[in-house]
């Protein structure tokens, strides 16, 4: 049984850092592409950040690009969200999300992926 299990989340004040990660299990890790959403009240999910299988390319929404890192430990089987210079505006429900073989143009649709994690809240208090 595949499980994604998210942590970190919490309050943090604008302009400070917080790092989310994702602990796998139950799949071959290494051969999936990994990435973040995220979704606050009343509104979609929304992409963040993807990693392809091997760590090689990253991906992220212009929203979050050069604040956030995403990173990949696939010994270790753990998907992490760094996150810097947060602002109220990433204040949002963080879910990691796993899939086998995404297609660039679609690694920011959620449908792409398969596997999701419960998600962790973050909240950005101005």
């Known amino acids: 049984q595949v499980q994604l299990v998210e942590s970190g989340g919490g309050l943090v004040q604008a302009g400070g850092s917080l790092k989310l990660s994702c602990a796998a299990s139950?799949?071959?890790?290494?051969?999936?592409?990994m990435g973040w959403f995220r979704q606050a009240p009343g509104k979609e999910r929304e992409f963040v950040a993807a990693?392809?299988?091997?760590?090689?390319?990253?991906y992220y929404a212009d929203s979050v690009k050069g604040r956030f890192t995403i990173a990949r430990d696939n010994a270790k089987m753990t998907l992490s969200l760094q996150m810097n210079d947060v602002l109220p505006e990433d204040t949002a429900t963080y879910y990691c999300a796993a899939g086998s073989t995404i297609i660039t143009s679609t690694i920011g649709r959620s449908a792409s992926y398969t596997n999701w994690g419960q998600g962790t809240q973050v909240t950005v208090s101005s």
């Open positions: 990693v392809r299988k091997y760590g090689g390319a990253t």
């Open positions: 139950g799949l071959t890790f290494r051969s999936y592409d």
